[in-house]
Nanobody, 119 residues
Framework: QVQLVESGGGLVQAGGSLRLSCAFS????????MGWFRQAPGKDREFVAR????????NYADTVKGRFTISRDNGKNTVYLQMDNLKPEDTAVYYC????????????WGQGTQVTVSS
């Protein structure tokens, strides 16, 4: 019943910026904690950022803190990841995920969007 679709990935030079979007299809988007993860070839999927359902507090991996910003627009059922000062090590497939506040269903995952940062 919940579907997530990421968009906004692409190829950029080091130091550039991208904004990823995750469109949430389903009911009660505002009751879901939303997050971003990424996975590079040969590596485990790692946490990038999350934003709470209740008060929109945020949390970031140390590797992206100060460069990435997660936000949400509950009127558009969309979560964003603004990525600034991108580095080659940010190259990965980025996945959106959603965790419901009032049920044990989930987490839900999108199919991912590729981000490639050239030197």
């Amino acid at each position: 019943q919940v579907q997530l679709v990421e968009s906004g990935g692409g190829l950029v030079q080091a130091g550039g910026s991208l904004r990823l979007s995750c469109a949430f299809s389903g009911r009660a988007f505002s009751t879901y904690r939303m997050g971003w993860f990424r996975q590079a070839p040969g590596k485990d999927r790692e946490f990038v950022a999350r934003i709470a359902a209740t008060d929109s507090t945020t949390n970031y991996a140390d590797t992206v803190k100060g460069r990435f910003t997660i936000s949400r627009d509950n009127g558009k059922n969309t979560v964003y990841l603004q990525m600034d000062n991108l580095k080659p090590e940010d190259t990965a497939v980025y996945y959106c995920n959603a965790n419901p506040l009032f049920t044990t269903r989930g987490p839900y995952w999108g199919q991912g969007t590729q981000v490639t940062v050239s030197s």
